[in-house]
């Protein structure tokens, strides 16, 4: 099975958890069968090789989030990089090309898209299974996935297949409606839209060429930026014909919201919390190292980062967005693909932060020529090279950096550093990398 992976997502309504590099898909809150923590990408992962160990898995995303998928998937993964957002259709059309000029799929496989983040049973993978079948072998040009709703939702578009058999031929499909029209959808068969589709390779590209001028890969991803932002459902699916749509009845659930999301959590608090007992339905997420007490909270979602602290009842939580776009505020957290990085203190002429280098992993040789940095090795062991000198770390070292220095560091154990920033002039974009 050939499969695509949109990994999209702004971070925003899972706040202060997420933010523009970490999108819920990367925080881990799930727990896996050997009791250890695991996020959305690394379940479905887990998911999909379970049920197909042979399954090419390519993920289509930002440039923002290839260093997160980095860390916590490796290589074990495709990835196709949008230069820019652009929404559904030119991100397939971007994955499709990639697939046949850089991986040499043959035109004629079946290719299966779905996004990063449904928090559903093995069953789903095993519909996909099929869905591929169907695309392969079946004379529908496109194969959707349709799920069984289970209430009248007002978030989800609709497809309205023309029969109640398992396989049915599509006869419309039906934006989000309001409730009244969404209970009328349902009494007459409707199916939830969950943007699963599967399709012969050939197909798509042949339908990308008709809308979009382009050669190849290379020459669709320089014209990228130029592309109409315009959705897969409305360039493709709501006007091809030999459409048709198989019936998923299995656990499925959208985690878009801190309401929704608790639900799936492995337990009712995780990090440093305590809930008394006269609270009820109250989740804490806490990644700080300080103890959170809630006391008589009902109904409701605390959670704390190096971001800020959420405290809100969990349906309004579902109305973040907004408050969160007002938030000026630099990235806190994130995860590379050598490790990750937390901000702990900024001030006017400096700024800290605690680096975690994974082991084999190690940051750029670069410079820097407005500040000064210090490293203080926290714990574990690697080498560092100041200009040009290669020399052993462990903890207690000490290293001081004047700008204009040559610096790196790597890890032979997981090797923890509180680096010190210290300069008028403090950006991400003073820095110069060199070969090494």
């Known amino acids: 099975m050939n499969i695509i992976l949109l990994s999209g997502g702004s971070g925003q309504r899972l706040w202060p958890l997420s933010n523009d590099v970490r999108s819920k898909q990367f925080i881990k809150m799930f727990q896996n069968e050997d009791g250890e923590l695991e996020s959305m990408l690394t379940r479905v992962y887990r998911q999909i ?64 898209v779905c996004p990063v983040d449904p928090y559903v049973e093995d069953s789903y993978f095993e519909a996909l299974k099929e869905l591929s079948r169907m695309a ?63 399709f012969r390779l050939g197909y798509l590209l042949r339908r990308a060429h008709e809308l979009i001028p382009f050669t190849d890969y ?102 973040i967005k907004p408050f969160v776009e007002q938030m000026e505020q630099q990235v806190m957290y994130a995860e590379k693909s050598w490790g990750s990085f937390t901000v702990l203190d900024v001030q006017e002429d400096s700024m800290t932060i605690k680096i975690v280098l994974l082991p084999g992993h190690g940051l750029y040789y670069h410079s820097h020529d407005h500040r000064d940095e210090v490293w ?28 204009g220095c040559r610096h790196t560091v790597s890890a032979d154990t997981e090797l923890k550093i509180i680096e010190v920033q210290l300069g008028g002039n403090i950006t991400v974009e003073d820095k110069h990398k060199y070969a090494l």
């Open 376 to 403: 203080t090795v926290m714990s574990g062991r690697g080498k560092a090279v100041i200009d040009g000198v290669e020399r052993a770390v462990m903890p207690g070292d000490v290293i001081s950096m004047p700008a």
């Open 49 to 112: 090789t379970s049920v197909d160990a042979e399954a090419g898995i390519t993920i289509a995303t930002s440039k923002k989030q290839v260093s997160s998928i980095k860390n916590q998937l490796g290589d074990r993964v495709n990835i196709c990089v949008e230069p820019c957002r652009r929404d559904t259709f030119p991100a397939i059309c971007l994955a499709a090309a990639y697939l046949r000029d850089e991986q040499k799929i043959n035109e004629d496989e079946p290719v299966v």
């Open 218 to 319: 290379q020459d669709l991803y320089a014209r990228y930026e130029e592309l109409e932002k315009i959705s897969f459902d409305y360039a493709v699916a709501e006007q091809e014909r030999e459409i048709q749509v198989l019936r998923y009845n299995g656990g499925w659930k959208d985690l878009g919201t801190w309401n929704t999301f608790t639900e799936a959590m492995a337990a009712p608090v995780l990090g440093r919390g305590i809930l008394n007992e006269t609270c009820e339905n109250t989740n804490v997420v806490n990644e700080l190292n300080i103890p959170i007490l809630c006391m008589g909270c009902r109904n409701m979602v605390v959670a704390a980062s190096s971001d800020g602290i959420l405290v809100s009842d969990k349906e309004q939580s579902s109305y």
């Open 136 to 198: 392969e072998t079946g004379s529908a040009n496109l194969s959707l996935l349709g799920i069984e709703p289970t209430y009248p939702s007002e978030k989800y578009g609709y497809i309205i297949p023309a029969s109640d058999d398992r396989v049915s031929r599509v006869e419309t499909f039906k934006e989000k409606p309001d409730l009244a029209a969404a209970e009328k959808y349902i009494a007459g068969g409707a199916l939830w839209n969950g943007g699963v589709f599967a």
